[in-house]
């Protein structure tokens, strides 16, 4: 019955390699979000999709890339892989992108680069 | 650079006591205000929200906001060793309606 569901929930990786974190919701939202928290527990934005499209494209490298197949779901692809990068990824999911629209986190994904 | 501010802690009360978690926020057009908690190592969960001036209670938890002065506090009654966590305070800016927040409050709870 998870509401939120990430996978993997900890990605070990070397530098230079290319990864995927994906998400689902079955809560029915319309609007997904990537965050990522780093080690001092900064918990930052990175991308949002409402209805597939993307809506928020915040200061992120490239190397970034999200992917929405559909309403449900929300992927995160990372190329080229840094040290930097290692952080917690949150997703998180919400009914819609206006004011008062409360969202919710999936688990995590703890990626450590190595 | 819209922002949103919070003491980072530690915050130690006695069990029992009444915890108080401020934050403030830049953006005056801000409507929406969010309080998470984060266990550690867990992911952040709603604890309350609140639009309006004024407090907004459920069970031991308190939301107060003042938009005049840019501030919004949680208070948690009757502390327990269990609410020992990590406060997430969000403001909801205008424009894509994005949240900011902030760096969070560690509250320890003393049995």
């Known amino acids: 019955d998870t509401a939120v569901s990430q996978t993997p929930k900890y990605l070990v990786t070397q530098m230079g390699n290319d990864k995927s974190i994906k998400c689902e919701q079955n809560?029915?939202?319309?609007?997904m979000y990537w965050y990522k928290q780093d080690s001092k527990k900064f918990l930052k934005i990175m991308f949002s999709y409402n209805n597939k499209e993307l809506i928020i494209n915040e200061t992120v490298p490239n190397r970034f890339s999200p992917k929405s197949p559909d309403k449900a779901h929300l992927n995160l692809h990372i190329n080229s892989l840094e040290l930097g990068d290692s952080a917690v990824y949150f997703c998180?999911?919400?009914?819609?992108?206006?004011?008062?629209?409360?969202?919710?986190f999936g688990p995590g994904t703890r990626l450590t680069v190595l | 650079q819209k922002e949103v501010e919070q003491n980072s802690g530690p915050l130690s009360v006695p069990e029992g006591a009444i915890a108080s978690l401020n934050c403030t926020y830049s953006d005056r057009v801000s409507q929406s205000f969010f309080w998470y908690r984060q266990y550690s190592g867990k992911s952040p969960e709603l604890i309350m929200s609140?639009?309006?001036?004024g407090d907004k209670e459920d069970g031991r938890f308190t939301a107060q906001l003042n938009k005049a002065s840019q501030y919004v506090s949680l208070l948690i009654r009757d502390s327990q060793p269990s609410d020992s966590a990590t406060y997430l305070c969000?403001?909801?800016?205008?424009?894509?309606?994005?949240?900011?927040f902030g760096t969070g409050t560690r509250l320890k709870v003393l049995a």
């Open positions: 969000a403001a909801q800016f205008s424009g894509t309606y994005k949240y900011i």
């Open positions: 998180a999911s919400s009914q819609g992108a206006g004011w008062a629209d409360t969202q919710y």
């Open positions: 809560l029915g939202h319309d609007t």
């Open positions: 609140i639009y309006s001036n």
